[in-house]
């Protein structure tokens, strides 16, 4: 066979070539709207930092732990809702403190001096769990770690919350 014979393309190749090209680019072409759709939430920038303001003046802000709801906005993909959350915003020491009102031994709320037996303590009613003022869980009640804490910021005068997170 001659050289030049041996690189001659036969009509059913060419088809061949021709109609993967074409229906790859095609597929090419249905297939990166979808996997953008798919993608695009997780790879938006999220500011994680973001704060809220729950309505509260610095000024307003006690030694006395106060119940403060505040809504949030929750996106989860393309879907945003907006949900209610509380905390227990108060000074110590000068500082202004926000914790979460969720129990850390099964997810019950607990209530500032919830029961007069345990005055000055975070009470929970399920299980007779109690927490210090500044949220740390009592030795000998069921909840095994302290209660969550909320980053706190004051801007212009008003208390803003961000993220919370776990402790010790
Ligand atoms: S849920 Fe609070 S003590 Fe069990």
């Not at 695009?40 to 003046?57: Q, V, W, Y």
């Not at 969720?102 to 997810?107: K, M, P, Q, S, V």
């Not at 769990?129 to 969550?148: A, S, W, Y």
Request: aromatic fraction near 8%; include cysteine; hydrophobic fraction near 30%.
């Amino acid at each position: 066979m001659s050289e030049e014979r041996k690189h001659r393309v036969s009509r059913r190749q060419f088809l061949t070539y021709t109609l993967t090209g074409v229906g790859g680019f095609m597929a090419a072409g249905m297939l990166s709207p979808m996997v953008r759709m798919a993608l695009d939430p997780a790879l938006e920038d999220t500011d994680d930092s973001d704060f809220i303001s729950i309505g509260l003046s610095e000024d307003d802000v006690t030694e006395e732990p106060q119940l403060v709801n505040f809504d949030v906005e929750i996106e989860d993909g393309w879907y945003t809702s907006e949900q209610t959350q509380s905390a227990y915003v108060f000074r110590q020491d000068g500082e202004i403190l926000a914790l979460s009102p969720i129990c850390t031994h099964l997810g019950c709320t607990v209530g500032w001096e919830g029961n007069q037996d345990y005055p000055d303590q975070f009470y929970c009613p399920c299980h007779h769990g109690r927490f210090e003022p500044d949220g740390t869980n009592i030795q000998g009640t069921p909840p095994t770690r302290p209660l969550d804490v909320y980053e706190v910021e004051v801007r212009d005068g008003m208390v803003h919350l961000g993220n919370i997170r776990e402790r010790g």
